[in-house]
């Protein structure tokens, strides 16, 4: 009789300890997961801030109110500038290993009442590509304005789809990282 309970114990213990590590095991990729997609999103964060500094270094790039025609086909067209911005937050976010796809790269005026910030021109962008046109274009260059002391406020967004590296944890996500910034001044 003795043996018999020393068989049940052995066979108890194996499936407890079965189950425990599926349970750690289960934890330790949903941790490693969520340590990616942070460290992506740190990443994302790191992509918008470069390309808010690239926004508020050139700001209008030099705009002196002469009819322009380029991508936007509008008199003052901001894609020469906006292009560079783009540029450095996606090669910057290019370095994301677990983004499926940079849905897409906003510049944008921000606005600040003693409520808080309204966003309310908007240029999007919706591909890397060194040719890519705004989908929608609205933040003109004149008004990015750089003379001292009215700066205007210029804001970078990147929106990115995130899939979990690990097939087991089925945590996909779009997230949205922004970063804004006051234009540097130019003194005239």
Do not use: W
Not at 7 to 28: F, H, K, N, W
Not at 63 to 74: D, E, I, K, P, R
Not at 95 to 108: G, N
């Amino acid at each position: 009789m003795r043996q018999v309970r020393r068989d049940g114990a052995r066979g108890q213990a194996l499936i407890e300890t079965a189950v425990v590590i599926a349970v750690i095991l289960s934890i330790l990729m949903g941790v490693y997961s969520v340590g990616q997609f942070a460290s992506d999103q740190n990443t994302a964060g790191t992509a918008t801030r470069a390309g808010a500094r690239v926004a508020s270094e050139l700001g209008n790039g030099g705009y002196n109110g002469v009819t322009a025609t380029g991508c936007q086909t509008t008199a003052k067209d901001p894609c020469a500038v906006d292009r560079q911005i783009v540029q450095n937050v996606c090669q910057v976010a290019a370095t994301m290993p677990f983004v499926t796809s940079i849905a897409e790269v906003d510049i944008y005026r921000v606005t600040i009442p003693p409520a808080g910030g309204v966003i309310d021109l908007v240029d999007r962008y919706t591909s890397c590509a060194a040719g890519a046109n705004a989908v929608s274009a609205a933040y003109t260059l004149d008004l990015r304005i750089q003379t001292h002391p009215n700066e205007a406020y210029i804001g970078v967004s990147l929106k990115y789809n995130y899939r979990s590296p690990l097939p087991l944890v089925p945590l996909a996500t779009t997230a949205t990282v922004s970063t804004v910034t006051l234009m540097s001044p130019h003194f005239s």
